[in-house]
Each structure stands twice: as structure tokens, then as C-alpha cells.
């Protein structure tokens, strides 16, 4: 779940949102992460500028983002290898997705799960924005 407040933005934008992508990644800062793979959970909400005043639109894919694009990014960014920092991972990930100029602000969170055994996950949430 979201720290952050609404998006306070116009035009009005659409919320799309991926939850709970769990997926294994070469990631950690530590001698003993190298050449393992560990769980993560990657959480990416993102506004796509909608069109004001509509109230139901076309039944059409072209007026949002795909969701596949969205997790094959992220499969592909795991893929490229080893991440020592959580954040880097996240800002990778928000880079790509706001490669789509139709995107105009992207929160993502990655969360290392199986770290502590008393903690259900530790990691870092960041919102970036269109230029």
C-alpha cells in the first residue's frame, strides 16, 4: 500500500496498477547475495492522462497502457543482472515505464522479502514524474 497521497494532478489522469509481481532477482549489496537469486515483490502504480469530462470511453486498448508491456519491463530489467540497491532497482523500473509519454507520473515499490524472519519485507517506494 501506498505512503503517498493522491496525485493532485491535471488534467485528470487514470490510475493503473500492478500488485504483488514477485519474482526472483540477483540483487544485494552483501558478500553473500552474489550469484543468488532472491525474492522480490515490485508494486508499480502509474497515471495515464485521460480524457476530461468522460464519462465512459472507448472499449479500446490504445486509451491505456498495457499491463504485459509493464511486466515484461521488469522481467527484462531483472534480467539485465545483478543490483546491489533496491532503490536503483526501483528507479530503473520507473524510468522504463515513463518511457511512455502517455504516462505522466509512476510510483514503484520494490520490497526484499525473506531478509529477516520477523519482518515480512524491507525496501524503498519512489515517485518520479514527466519532465
Known sequence: MSMFPPWPEQPP???VFLRDLVIDAH?????????????????????????PGLAIGRDDLSRTVSYERVVQL??????????????????RIAAGVLADARIRVVRVMVEKLDVFSELVSVGVEIERRQP
Open 13 to 15: 489522469l487514470r490510475h
Open 27 to 51: 540483487i544485494g549489496v552483501y558478500p553473500h547475495e552474489e550469484n543468488v537469486r532472491q525474492r522480490v515483490r515490485v508494486n508499480i502504480g502509474f497515471g495515464v492522462t485521460d480524457e
Open 74 to 91: 521488469v522481467r527484462r530489467i531483472i534480467d539485465e543482472g545483478h543490483v546491489r540497491l533496491v532503490e536503483t532497482l526501483a528507479e
